[in-house]
C-alpha cells in the first residue's frame, strides 16, 4: 500500500516563503515520478509541479508558479519538496502530492498519477 503524507502548509503572508514536504512509503519499485497539484474551492485541481527521472533533470512546472516555486527531491528519504516564494493570495489551495506508478508519457494531469496523500492547506493573506 502506497502512502504519501504532506506536511509544512499553514498560513502565511503575501509575499512570505513556505515549503512543503511529501514522505512516500511503501514504494516497492524505487524512485518514482512525482508531482504536487493544488486545488481551490469550486476548482478542478490544478498541476504545481512535476519531479521525474532522474531526479535531477526532469521538473515541470505550472505556468502559474514558474520561477516562483521549485519542486526537489531527497531520494534517500522518498521524499519531496515544493519551496514556494514569493506567495500570492491567489496560491491558496489545498497542496497535494502524487505518485506515478505506472509509466506514462503525460505527467499535468491528475489522471496521470496513481496515488494521492490527504493534502495540506495553505492559505495566504495580505
Avoid at 514558474?66 to 491567489?90: H, P, V, W
Avoid at 506514462?104 to 495580505?126: E, F, K, L, M
Wanted: hydrophobic share 35%.
Amino acid at each position: 500500500q502506497v502512502r504519501l503524507v504532506e506536511s509544512g502548509g499553514g498560513p502565511v503572508q503575501a509575499g512570505d516563503s513556505l515549503r512543503l514536504s511529501c514522505v512516500a512509503s511503501g514504494l516497492t519499485s524505487g524512485n518514482r515520478p512525482m508531482a504536487w497539484f493544488r486545488q481551490r474551492p469550486g476548482s478542478d485541481r490544478e498541476f504545481v509541479a512535476h519531479i521525474g527521472l532522474p531526479r535531477d533533470s526532469v521538473k515541470y512546472y505550472g505556468r502559474a508558479v514558474k520561477g516562483r516555486f521549485t519542486i526537489s527531491a531527497d531520494s534517500a528519504l522518498n521524499t519531496i519538496n515544493l519551496q514556494m516564494n514569493s506567495l500570492r493570495l491567489e496560491d491558496t489551495a489545498v497542496y497535494y502530492c502524487a505518485v506515478q506508478i505506472e509509466d506514462r508519457i503525460d505527467y499535468y494531469r491528475p489522471a496521470d498519477y496513481d496515488w494521492w496523500g490527504q493534502g495540506i492547506q495553505v492559505t495566504v493573506s495580505s
